[in-house]
């Protein structure tokens, strides 16, 4: 199960720090991406990384502006995210896979969590 949560309202140029907890012990055994969807628009991947955080992935739209990481022993990814931009405004929602490949699919994925909201004022 995942759980989504430290979204908000911010300011354009602002900044936000999403969390996705998850629960179960095999937690560091899947990889978590982290979507947005905004509105009227489908789900767009935003950032990724492996079961290890050897690996990460961004979309080109965040690259430079907005970090993921995770904490295993918390079971816990984070999305540092910088320079927010008001097009940026969407539910972010976070989701789990077993495998690397294919990171950046929203189908891949097994599970999600319910999305946290992040609005972005101009």
């Known amino acids: 199960q995942l759980q989504a949560s430290g979204g908000g309202l911010v300011q354009t140029g602002g900044s936000l720090r999403p969390s996705c907890a998850a629960s179960?012990?095999?937690?560091?055994?899947?990889?978590i991406g982290w979507f947005r969807q905004g509105p009227g628009s489908e789900r767009e991947f935003v950032a990724a990384?492996?079961?290890?955080?050897?690996?990460?992935d961004y979309a080109d739209s965040v690259k430079g502006r907005f970090t993921i990481s995770r904490d295993n022993a918390k079971n816990t990814v984070y999305l540092q995210m910088n320079s927010l931009k008001p097009e940026e405004t969407a539910v972010y929602y976070c989701?789990?896979?077993?495998?690397?490949?294919?990171?950046?699919?929203?189908?891949?994925?097994?599970?999600w969590g319910q999305g946290t909201q992040v609005t972005v004022s101009s």
């Open positions: 990384i492996s079961w290890s955080g050897g690996y990460s």
């Open positions: 989701a789990a896979k077993r495998s690397w490949s294919g990171a950046r699919i929203p189908n891949e994925y097994n599970y």
């Open positions: 179960g012990r095999t937690f560091g055994d899947y990889a």
